[in-house]
């Protein structure tokens, strides 16, 4: 690779962490590992070819043109949490993966029943990836670092809100939330 396509591959790795909170190898990779995929089936469950995939998780390509595929993404993250916690069992994430990968994209919010843990109260790791997501399917992560900057001088709390779950990690999402309840 010479240094011209290194500095791509580094910009649209950037691109990636303003747009999708991370670069999409390593969320990629994550869901590989969390849900006991492959980059095959990955690739068929969000409904992209497999060569796509690779070039997103490269960095040779830098966004998701689908905002389906994007919601797919949103909708695998839960289930990856879910399964996490315990609260899906690996047959249920199989049956929820055929589910996803038949999805043409929605409400985020849909599935609000079985966003609960055992205590019938949602996690506040769930709320919070709830906002990320809602947020993140009105806007791409640049536009809502855009609107924040433009926010900022008059409104510094609300530009903070839309950093943080707009374009943020989800711990520091988890911790804003936290020290914002009373």
Do not use: C
Not at 47 to 76: C, D, Y
Not at 121 to 141: N, W
Not at 161 to 178: E, I, N, P
């Amino acid at each position: 690779m010479d240094a011209a396509q290194q500095e791509a591959t580094a910009r649209a790795r950037e691109l990636q962490r303003n747009w999708y909170g991370e670069p999409l190898g390593a969320l990629f990779r994550k869901l590989i590992d969390d849900l006991g995929l492959n980059q095959a089936r990955l690739a068929a469950v969000l409904g992209l070819s497999a060569p796509m995939l690779s070039q997103l998780m490269s960095g040779q390509r830098a966004k998701i043109g689908n905002p389906a595929v994007v919601q797919r993404v949103q909708l695998l993250q839960e289930l990856a949490s879910q399964v996490a916690d315990g609260s899906v069992s690996a047959a249920e994430a199989t049956e929820r993966m055929e589910e996803i990968k038949k999805s043409q994209g929605g409400s985020v919010l849909s599935n609000t029943t079985q966003t609960t843990g055992s205590s019938g109260a949602p996690t506040v790791k769930r709320v919070v990836r709830e906002i990320q997501s809602l947020l993140r399917s009105v806007a791409a992560a640049g536009d809502i670092i855009d609107a924040a900057d433009a926010l900022a001088p008059s409104h510094p709390e609300l530009a903070e809100f839309l950093r943080v779950y707009g374009a943020g990690r989800t711990a520091d999402a988890v911790a804003h939330y936290q020290s914002h309840q009373s």
